[in-house]
């Protein structure tokens, strides 16, 4: 984005009449923006705007980037009318749409959320990466098959050269594509250095289709670092309080991390040996404690969603 706004305000700039201190307070709130410097960069852009002289393409520019920075304080409302303002600049500007939808996730403000992801949508309909968000919001409105719909036309749209790794696994896994999700997940586990995450998707999916914990597929992992107790619990060498405790071994964040994902793979693992009373209060955590940006998140809600 950045480099589209300086080129903007450079074109602008020469298009018409930008009083000397505007630009420089605007040319100033971009440079601070670019240096993570969020209030004095909402400082900067306020004077900008202030001055009311500046041409629409730098209006457009001011308002995103002090919408960006407002987003970054956690100052919804504030970024909310920026995005807004840059959206009555250019109503069609997807990314706009996107970025104010994300912001009224952020609030829990699901259907206005929905409803911009809705327009962009509408607007540029064969972009893929719109309906991986739309599923997101579903997921959070408990639309599970909306939900599930948006993913399938996601990876319809993806280009095929991008159709691997660990993340289109799961959304293979979650539209019930395990074939093609363990494809996926042994491709990654092989290609990925040390890639023990993907390991751990591989082997649910082994033993989802009636298969042996992928072994030879094992990747070198220091023993002592997390993951490695649930790979040790996959592999029937740890008990499962023991990979509770030592969930709990590190600062605050990184436990909260590693109980949401011991939650989430152990209680996994009882749902695909048919365990379903030992697996949902497990997942029911991971469903409620495990942060949305986790890729555990998703498929935890639409797991617990489909347990009796």
């Known amino acids: 984005m950045k480099q589209f706004a300086l080129a903007a305000l450079i074109v602008a700039a020469m298009a018409g009449p930008v009083s000397g201190r505007s630009y420089d307070d605007l040319n100033a709130g971009i440079q601070l923006y670019n240096l993570r410097q969020w209030n004095d960069a909402v400082l900067a852009l306020d004077k900008a705007l202030a001055a009311n002289d500046l041409v629409p393409s730098l209006q457009f520019i001011a308002h995103y980037d002090r919408a960006w920075a407002h987003l970054y304080l956690k100052q919804y409302d504030l970024a909310l009318q920026d995005y807004s303002a840059s959206l009555a600049l250019r109503p069609s500007e997807t990314q706009v749409m996107i970025d104010r939808a994300m912001t009224y996730l ?81 491709y990654e586990a092989s290609h990925g250095p040390n890639n023990r995450y993907a390991w751990l998707w591989y082997s649910l999916a082994e033993v989802r289709l009636g298969k042996a914990v992928p072994r030879r597929s094992l990747p070198d992992f220091d023993k002592t670092a997390w993951p490695a107790p649930i790979i040790h619990f996959f592999l029937g060498d740890m008990a499962q309080d023991a990979v509770f405790s030592a969930a709990q071994q590190g600062d605050a964040d990184a436990t909260k991390g590693q109980i949401c994902e011991a939650n989430f793979y152990i209680g996994e693992w009882l749902l695909q040996h048919h365990d379903q009373a030992g697996a949902k209060p497990l997942m029911a955590k991971a469903a409620s404690d495990c942060p949305t940006g986790f890729i555990e998140w998703s498929p935890a809600q639409m797991d617990l969603a489909g347990l009796p």
Do not use: C
């Open 106 to 186: 952020n609030m829990g403000k699901l259907e206005e959320a929905a409803a911009d992801i809705d327009g962009a949508i509408a607007a540029h309909p064969q972009l893929a990466w719109p309906y991986g968000l739309r599923a997101t919001v579903n997921v959070k409105r408990a639309q599970m098959d909306k939900s599930r719909e948006d993913m399938k036309t996601l990876l319809k749209l993806l280009p095929e050269t991008i159709r691997r790794g660990t993340v289109i696994g799961i959304i293979n896994w979650q539209i019930g594509e395990i074939g093609g999700a363990e494809d996926n997940f042994s």
